[in-house]
C-alpha cells in the first residue's frame, strides 16, 4: 500500500505570497491532520479534515487554511507568506478516530 | 492548554547501551500516547504507543511505560544499534485526531 505523499517537497516563495501544499492519504484513509515543524516549536497541529469536514483547528492565524475533497486528497493553504512560515509542513492520514496516524515526507517551505 | 514536556532535548549512549527518553503531559483527559522516530529528510514514523489503561507496552527493544497518577510516560530503547540515531519525540492525545508533541530528543548512538 502506498505510503503518505506530500507534494511539492521543496518551495520557495516570498513574503506576502501565498501557497497551496498538497497531501494523499494512504488509499482508504478518510482523516488528513496538518502540522507545522520548526525547530523552536517543534511540531504543532493545525487542523484535522474528515469526510471533507474541519473537525478540529490549532493554534494559527487565519492566513492559514485547508480543505479536504472527495477523494479524501487534502490541500493547505498560506496566504500573506510571512518570513516565521518557514518550515516543515507534514501531513498524516489515518482511518478515523481512534486509528494510528501516518505521516507523509513533509513540504519544506522557505519564504524569502 | 494541552503541553507535553519532553527530557532531554539530546541523549547519547553507546552502543548496545539503553536510552530513556521521559515524557509528562498537562491534560488530564488525555489517553493516548504515541512516540514517533523522525529521521533526517523523512517525517515521523510511529514506532509504538500506548493507551491509558496499560502500564506497560513492548515491542522487541523497544518499551514504553506510563504512570497516569503522576502523567508520566517514559521510552526505553535496549541494545541500542546505529540505526537507532534519530530524533524521538513523544506525544499525548485526548482523541487520536488532534496530538500533542513533546519537543523532540535528538539520540545519538555513539560506536
Known amino acids: 500500500k502506498a505510503g503518505v505523499t506530500q507534494t511539492p517537497r521543496y518551495l520557495i516563495k516570498t513574503r506576502g505570497q501565498q501557497v497551496t501544499l498538497s497531501c494523499s492519504p494512504i488509499?482508504?484513509?478518510?482523516?488528513v491532520s496538518w502540522y507545522q515543524q520548526t525547530p523552536g516549536q517543534g511540531l504543532q497541529f493545525l487542523f484535522e479534515?474528515?469526510?471533507?469536514?474541519?473537525?478540529n483547528k490549532g493554534n494559527f492565524p487565519g492566513r492559514f487554511s485547508g480543505r479536504q475533497f472527495s477523494n479524501s486528497r487534502s490541500e493547505m493553504n498560506v496566504s500573506t507568506l510571512e518570513l516565521g512560515d518557514s518550515a516543515l509542513y507534514l501531513c498524516?492520514?489515518?482511518?478515523?478516530?481512534?486509528?494510528?496516524?501516518?505521516f507523509g515526507p513533509g513540504t519544506r517551505l522557505t519564504v524569502t | 492548554g494541552e503541553n507535553v514536556e519532553q527530557h532531554p532535548s539530546t541523549l547519547s549512549v553507546q552502543e548496545g547501551d539503553s536510552a530513556v527518553i521521559k515524557c509528562t503531559y498537562s491534560?488530564?483527559?488525555?489517553?493516548?500516547f504515541p512516540w514517533y522516530k523522525q529521521e533526517l529528510g523523512k517525517g515521523p514514523q510511529l514506532i509504538i504507543d500506548?493507551?491509558?489503561?496499560?502500564g506497560e507496552k513492548k515491542d522487541q527493544r523497544i518499551a514504553v511505560t506510563l504512570n497516569k497518577t503522576a502523567k508520566h510516560f517514559s521510552l526505553h530503547i535496549t541494545e541500542t544499534q546505529p540505526e537507532d540515531s534519530a530524533v524521538y519525540f513523544c506525544?499525548?492525545?485526548?482523541?487520536?485526531?488532534?496530538?500533542?508533541f513533546g519537543k523532540g530528543t535528538r539520540l545519538h548512538i555513539l560506536p
Open positions: 498524516a492520514s489515518s482511518a478515523g478516530t481512534g486509528f494510528e496516524q501516518y
Open positions: 488509499s482508504g484513509h478518510r482523516s
Open positions: 479534515y474528515f469526510s471533507e469536514t474541519q473537525r
Open positions: 491534560d488530564s483527559a488525555s489517553n493516548y
Open positions: 500506548i493507551r491509558s489503561n496499560v
Open positions: 506525544a499525548a492525545s485526548e482523541r487520536r485526531d488532534k496530538i500533542i
